[in-house]
């Protein structure tokens, strides 16, 4: 899966990943390969992602938005 996380200032990461998990409204969830599309908001909390190779990677963000949709997801978050 492609991921993009933005924020009105700069680019967080771009590349491919195994796994994301994003900070919900009601919870946490995971976007896995071939996840449904989805849209939905994001609260402040902790993104964590899985690259295909080494540690997984973690950011802090103040809340945003989520899309994805054919193994494409797109963040648009607050600093």
Do not use: W
């Not at 991921?3 to 900070?23: A, D, H, N, W």
């Not at 993104?47 to 295909?52: E, Q």
Request: glycine share 10%; proline share 5%.
């Amino acid at each position: 899966m492609h991921l993009e996380i933005v924020t009105p200032e700069k680019s967080l990461y771009s590349g491919e990943v195994v796994l994301v998990q994003l900070p919900g409204k009601d919870g946490s969830f995971e976007i896995l390969k071939n996840h449904a599309p989805i849209v939905s908001t994001l609260e402040k909390g902790t993104i964590k992602l899985r690259p295909y190779e080494g540690d997984d990677i973690f950011f802090e963000i103040g809340g945003g938005v989520v899309e994805c949709k054919k193994n494409v997801i797109s963040v648009l978050a607050d600093s």
